[in-house]
């Protein structure tokens, strides 16, 4: 075990996951899953490790999430690293497959930051000054309840297909501490999936 953890804190010194993907409307970078193994593979490869990655899906009470699992191995020691990611199987403008696809694949980033140690919470809406100069000034925003959120759904749904007022209801929603899959959540079908495509959100 002392073999691979040395090992491994080697490619943890040495990992550069640059962060290549571009979130316009947030006006901030952002890593991806694929970013990640990518800058990874060459380092493993280099250190004589191997990685895999699993997923499995659970169920508690009405709720599905993913779970992967990033295990590195060397000889017969191995470490692992988990995350998890709901799955919402109804989600409109998704079939089943791409909606655990999208839930895989976060979770799958999330397990390799705890792998690797690479810190994401500076992509956080939430801590980005929105590329104004004035670094002295901070983005404040709202924590948004399950209530909150269910008001916004409602807002959505009520604005039916007038792209104008969805609009309005996400310039609103931008005051509020949410995550693209919380947003994703909150609008649904496929005129959300082009519209956060339009102003760069990551797909999760």
């Known amino acids: 075990m002392k073999e691979l953890q040395t090992r491994l804190l080697k490619v943890q010194e040495e990992l550069k996951a640059p962060k290549n993907q571009r979130n316009n409307f947030g006006k901030y970078n952002y890593r991806s899953c694929e970013d990640i193994l990518e800058a990874v593979k060459p380092l493993l490869v280099k250190h004589g490790l191997l990685i895999t990655i699993a997923d499995q899906v659970h169920e508690i009470g009405n709720y599905m999430y993913v779970e992967s699992t990033v295990m590195v191995s060397y000889e017969n020691d191995r470490i692992e ?43 956080a809406d939430a801590t980005n000054t929105h590329g104004k100069a004035d670094v002295t000034k901070t983005v404040t925003k709202k924590k948004a309840t399950a209530q909150i959120k269910k008001n916004m759904a409602k807002a959505i749904a009520d604005a039916g297909k007038d792209e104008e007022r969805k609009e309005a209801v996400l310039n609103r929603m931008m005051a509020y501490e949410l995550s693209e899959q919380d947003v994703m959540e909150i609008m649904k079908g496929e005129w959300a999936i082009k519209l956060l495509e339009k102003h760069g959100y990551e797909r999760i």
């Not at 998890?84 to 895989?104: E, L, T, V």
């Open 81 to 123: 690293a988990t995350a998890q990611a709901g799955i919402d199987p109804n989600r409109k403008g998704m079939d089943i497959a791409q909606s655990f696809g999208s839930s895989s694949s976060y979770a799958r980033k999330y397990a390799l930051n705890g792998m690797f140690l690479i810190d994401d919470t500076k992509d």
